[in-house]
Protein backbone atom coordinates (compact mmCIF):
# COMPACT_ATOMS: atom_id res chain seq x y z
CA UNK A 1 0.00 0.00 0.00
CA UNK A 2 1.00 3.78 -0.52
CA UNK A 3 -0.42 6.43 1.19
CA UNK A 4 -0.16 9.84 -0.99
CA UNK A 5 -0.78 13.41 1.17
CA UNK A 6 -0.99 16.38 -1.54
CA UNK A 7 -0.56 19.93 -0.05
CA UNK A 8 0.47 24.02 -1.24
CA UNK A 9 -2.80 24.39 -3.06
CA UNK A 10 -4.55 28.08 -2.69
CA UNK A 11 -5.33 30.63 -4.36
CA UNK A 12 -3.08 32.63 -6.79
CA UNK A 13 -3.33 35.60 -9.33
CA UNK A 14 -3.22 34.43 -12.74
CA UNK A 15 0.42 35.11 -13.86
CA UNK A 16 1.71 33.67 -10.14
CA UNK A 17 2.74 30.41 -9.02
CA UNK A 18 2.31 27.93 -6.94
CA UNK A 19 4.12 24.39 -5.85
CA UNK A 20 2.40 21.43 -4.66
CA UNK A 21 4.01 18.68 -2.55
CA UNK A 22 2.88 15.14 -2.24
CA UNK A 23 4.34 13.13 -0.06
CA UNK A 24 4.38 9.38 -0.01
CA UNK A 25 4.37 6.77 2.76
CA UNK A 26 3.73 2.87 2.45
CA UNK A 27 5.98 1.27 -0.29
CA UNK A 28 9.50 1.83 -1.46
CA UNK A 29 9.55 5.61 -2.95
CA UNK A 30 12.29 5.09 -5.12
CA UNK A 31 10.51 2.36 -7.23
CA UNK A 32 7.47 4.54 -7.82
CA UNK A 33 6.02 6.05 -10.86
CA UNK A 34 4.44 9.33 -9.71
CA UNK A 35 1.90 11.87 -10.94
CA UNK A 36 -0.06 14.32 -11.29
CA UNK A 37 -3.86 14.80 -12.19
CA UNK A 38 -6.36 17.66 -12.19
CA UNK A 39 -9.92 18.18 -12.47
CA UNK A 40 -11.66 21.15 -12.99
CA UNK A 41 -15.35 21.96 -12.64
CA UNK A 42 -17.21 19.85 -15.27
CA UNK A 43 -14.31 18.35 -16.54
CA UNK A 44 -12.91 14.83 -16.64
CA UNK A 45 -9.69 14.32 -14.54
CA UNK A 46 -6.97 14.70 -17.08
CA UNK A 47 -2.77 13.93 -16.73
CA UNK A 48 -0.49 17.00 -16.06
CA UNK A 49 3.29 14.92 -15.28
CA UNK A 50 4.65 12.02 -14.39
CA UNK A 51 7.84 11.39 -13.16
CA UNK A 52 9.50 7.44 -13.00
CA UNK A 53 12.90 6.41 -11.76
CA UNK A 54 16.12 5.58 -12.73
CA UNK A 55 16.35 7.17 -16.29
CA UNK A 56 12.45 6.38 -17.11
CA UNK A 57 12.65 10.52 -17.32
CA UNK A 58 9.48 12.26 -17.03
CA UNK A 59 6.36 12.86 -19.03
CA UNK A 60 3.98 16.11 -19.50
CA UNK A 61 0.67 16.64 -20.94
CA UNK A 62 0.93 18.94 -23.79
CA UNK A 63 -0.76 22.23 -22.45
CA UNK A 64 1.14 23.60 -19.71
CA UNK A 65 3.75 24.33 -22.61
CA UNK A 66 6.85 24.14 -20.03
CA UNK A 67 4.80 26.14 -17.15
CA UNK A 68 4.68 23.31 -14.89
CA UNK A 69 7.65 20.67 -13.59
CA UNK A 70 7.47 17.67 -11.82
CA UNK A 71 10.27 16.62 -9.43
CA UNK A 72 11.20 13.89 -6.98
CA UNK A 73 12.96 13.93 -3.99
CA UNK A 74 13.96 10.32 -2.97
CA UNK A 75 15.23 11.25 0.22
CA UNK A 76 12.12 13.08 1.52
CA UNK A 77 9.98 10.41 -0.43
CA UNK A 78 8.14 13.90 -2.07
CA UNK A 79 7.23 14.64 -5.74
CA UNK A 80 6.81 18.47 -6.12
CA UNK A 81 4.52 19.70 -9.10
CA UNK A 82 5.82 23.58 -9.45
CA UNK A 83 3.85 25.80 -11.82
CA UNK A 84 4.38 29.09 -13.32
CA UNK A 85 2.75 31.98 -15.42
CA UNK A 86 -0.68 30.05 -13.93
CA UNK A 87 -3.84 30.60 -15.94
CA UNK A 88 -7.52 31.31 -14.74
CA UNK A 89 -7.84 27.92 -17.01
CA UNK A 90 -5.74 25.62 -14.24
CA UNK A 91 -8.37 26.26 -11.77
CA UNK A 92 -8.72 22.53 -10.70
CA UNK A 93 -8.39 20.23 -8.08
CA UNK A 94 -4.69 18.75 -8.44
CA UNK A 95 -4.57 14.70 -7.28
CA UNK A 96 -0.74 13.57 -7.35
CA UNK A 97 -1.24 9.68 -7.66
CA UNK A 98 1.28 6.91 -7.58
CA UNK A 99 2.35 3.17 -9.35
CA UNK A 100 4.67 0.70 -9.28
CA UNK A 101 4.55 0.16 -12.43
CA UNK A 102 7.87 1.42 -14.25
CA UNK A 103 6.90 3.94 -17.39
CA UNK A 104 5.69 7.35 -17.39
CA UNK A 105 1.77 6.73 -18.00
CA UNK A 106 -0.58 8.75 -18.34
CA UNK A 107 -3.82 6.98 -18.20
CA UNK A 108 -5.79 6.97 -14.95
CA UNK A 109 -6.38 3.35 -14.74
CA UNK A 110 -2.69 3.01 -14.84
CA UNK A 111 -2.16 4.71 -10.67
CA UNK A 112 -3.09 2.41 -8.21
CA UNK A 113 -2.82 4.76 -5.69
CA UNK A 114 -4.49 8.42 -5.51
CA UNK A 115 -3.68 10.88 -2.81
CA UNK A 116 -7.02 13.17 -1.78
CA UNK A 117 -6.95 16.32 -4.17
CA UNK A 118 -5.33 19.92 -3.43
CA UNK A 119 -7.90 22.68 -4.79
CA UNK A 120 -5.77 24.94 -6.75
CA UNK A 121 -7.87 28.21 -7.76
CA UNK A 122 -5.97 31.17 -10.46
CA UNK A 123 -7.86 34.26 -10.00
CA UNK A 124 -8.45 36.30 -13.23
Known amino acids: QVQLVESGGGLVQAGGSLRLSCAASGRSFGRLTLGWFRQGGGKEREFVAANTWGVGGTRYADYPKGRFTISRDNAKNTVNLRMSSLEPEDTAVYYC?????????????????WGQGTQVTVSS
Open 97 to 113: AATQKYGTYTGQSDYEY
